[in-house]
């Protein structure tokens, strides 16, 4: 008789994927190894980001993370997983664009409205990057270099669609952002070349990858994190049979990675807006009660940064900013446990030693 999978309890869950977040335990201290091992963070929110890589690392800086986006073949920021915006380790790129892209047909409705057929797309995106290969651009000259070669793109929504296709191509990504505008540079002078893998073989790491920097999950977390059809996450665990380890979180079936087990956390953490910890998974109710959800995520495409105690949100946080330093104020949902105070205070030590100043913490009233 085959052996029924473990019923994982909630804190071992939570506890588990805290570990594989690298938001506990030993902490990598070095920008790519975090994005190795968390496998991808979200990145459509650039000031955000280098906090998450401070949140799963320790001891470094905020200027050692721009180091890393600075230098090819470490970091890049591209459309990847869902089609929004997300920061991967370079080898990763190519075959996670190849996976994951849909095909050009999609949005080419909305594109033939803002005057972007198929044509003027095979001339343009030749031309943005042989524009790029002196170095990054902005949206807008881009647009004008385009111009010059007699190409005309639109205003308004035109450009930015223009240069999200160029990117699901693989022909630019994200490059570093000036005077907080973003800029593009060639995909190319980022990511190295790399043999082309199949469909299955890229759905087998890609659920890999998940499980390692996520895990325990179901499928339907990993459908909900990638943006692949519920029928094709399934397809990638079940091709770790053997090596992952099935199990079942909140009665549904579910895998983990073999490691050694963590049955509770107690770890404080401060996540920064738009944390892969919070939009990671199918849904949040593991770590949030749901009475709070609202605080974390009110609509209108925002999500706030989050307190994590023992894989828990317990709150919510901001920074607030002088001429010589920084104070970080908590917002808890509820009373802190006991020791909580003094472990917000280290991180707010930490955030502002990560960008230069010094961090203090006020905590206001449970609303």
Known sequence: MAAVPEDLPVERVRAERVRAQSLAGQRPTDPVEVLRRVGSLQAQDTRALPLAVRARSDGLDAAAVRRAFARPRQLVTTWLMRGTLHTAPAEDVRWLLDLLRPPRSSGRIRRLQLGLDDDLL????????????????????????LAGQGIAIG???????????AAREGVVCRGPDRDDEPTYVRL?????????LDRDEALARLARRYLTGHGPARAADLAAWSGLPLR??????????????EVRIAGEPACRWPSEPVDEDRTVRLVPAFDEYVLGYRGRDLALDGRFAGRVQPGGGIVHPAVLAGGRIVGTWRQQRARDGLTVIVQPFGRLRRGARGELAAEAADIGRFVGLDGTLAVAPVA
């Open 232 to 245: 094709e996450a399934r397809t990638g665990l079940d091709a770790l049979r053997g090596d992952a380890e």
């Open 155 to 165: 205003a308004g929504q035109a450009p930015a669609h223009l240069l999200l296709l």
């Open 188 to 196: 190319d002078d980022r990511v190295g070349p790399a043999e082309p």
């Open 122 to 145: 095979d001339r343009a995106l030749p031309d943005v990057a042989d524009a790029l290969a002196a170095g990054p651009l902005t949206r807008a000259e881009i647009v004008d270099r």
